[in-house]
């Protein structure tokens, strides 16, 4: 009986030592984002500024469109590093519209980022990429395309934006005192969050993703889930450059440099697994948000930008590494 009731102190303490681990290693990336925004509030008290806050959040809605397209991807088992020449075509391409057709060019920016992700699409399926490792090389390959595409439509050079009410009210408008910008995102992310959860192509994107194989057997396209998962990221894509142009007014063919990096850092800071078939569209949003003020403290501490880029590294492969800890 007595070492029996010893046993049972040790299981208990053995028990509590797994859950730290299992805790850190959910949490780690969490915690000191946490901690660096902390400490930035005690050492900066105007990161919680008005003006400050505005902009963290015109940070982070362009980036969250892409993130949140990036969320379907990985969810389905592949990668898309094509979103920065996405980003960087479709926001050369949104001034160049909307100084030629006005609003009416809202639709055909967002058909063209979904024509750009559908075009993806049909290069994987063509190609017969079955993994991200495949994904990977291909969409590199277009993100060198759509770059290339946004440097030749002007010649290298930015396009001003002809500003106007309807560009202005996108780029730095507010609805009923919330950022219109962040509207669009909020509207954005519960349509993907209800078909994440709700519906049928939802599940299928997180059974393809998770067990392709048993995905086919129960009757699921893969090819069709590959399809929809890079058209709405490239529609995505285009809504995000869209956003980024009214609010600067005008568009750089290289907009879209190191955006395909930071979103998928933003996605594994919000536990999307690499691995496929596992996340949340409301995990990455807290993903973009904490990437974000990451960000925004390192630039209010004075930090250099290389250091910075250092750090955000540094933060991907150990955002990496833990989920496949997690998923071994």
Known sequence: MSGAKSAQPAKSKVQKQQAVKQFLNEYLILIGI?????????????????????????????????????????????????????FSFMGILSAMLLNRMGPAAVVVILVAGALCGLLNAIVLVGCGARDDSDALFITFGMQTVFGALALIANSGNYVALDQNAFTQFIGSGNLV???????????????????????????????????????????????????????????????????????????????GRNYEANAILSVTIGGTSLSGGKGSVLNTVLGVALFTIMANALNMLGVDPNMQNVWKGVILVAAIWLDSRRTV
């Open 177 to 255: 005192g919330i950022p219109f910008m962040l509207v669009i995102f909020i509207i954005a992310t519960a349509i993907l969050q209800f078909i994440m959860k709700k519906m049928p192509v939802g599940r299928s994107i997180h059974l393809a993703g998770g067990n392709p194989v048993a995905a086919e057997l129960c009757g699921i396209s893969v090819s069709k889930i590959i399809i929809i998962i890079y058209t709405l990221t490239g529609m995505l894509t285009a809504l995000g450059a869209l956003i980024i142009t009214c609010r600067i007014g005008s568009a750089l063919p290289i907009a």
């Open 34 to 86: 946490l901690v660096l925004t902390v400490y930035t509030c005690i050492v900066q008290p105007s990161f919680l500024a008005a003006d400050n806050l505005l902009s963290l959040v015109r940070q982070f809605v362009p980036l969250g469109m892409v993130a949140l397209g990036m969320t379907l991807v990985i969810i389905g088992g592949y990668i898309d590093l094509s979103v920065a020449g996405t």
